[in-house]
């Protein structure tokens, strides 16, 4: 998978998981892929302060992305 690809899968993943964060009032944005195994986001809106937010970054967020992108190994929040 190209660098392109995988950023598309990510970026689709996060579409997937989107419209769950903001009907709790948040939202998610892609910040960087590094090494084609970690990737950064940023959690936005109530998810920043919301005392679940590390379960729903693994629970959600990883999982989903790791859907669209199995050669992912983590996803980290750098809100």
């Known amino acids: ?3 392109t690809e995988l950023q598309e899968n990510v970026e689709k993943a996060l579409e997937e998981i989107r419209p769950f964060l ?3 009032g948040g939202d998610i ?3 960087d ?3 084609g195994k970690r990737v950064r986001v940023e959690l936005q809106g109530a998810c920043v302060a919301c005392s679940v ?3 729903t ?3 959600g967020v990883e999982m989903t992305i790791k859907k ?3 050669q992912i190994e ?3 929040d750098i809100s």
């Open 68 to 70: 669209y992108a199995p």
């Open 53 to 55: 937010n590390q379960m």
């Open 22 to 24: 903001k009907s709790d």
């Open 33 to 35: 892929i590094e090494e």
């Open 74 to 76: 983590e996803v980290i």
């Open 1 to 3: 998978m190209t660098a």
């Open 29 to 31: 944005r892609l910040v």
């Open 57 to 59: 970054l693994r629970s």
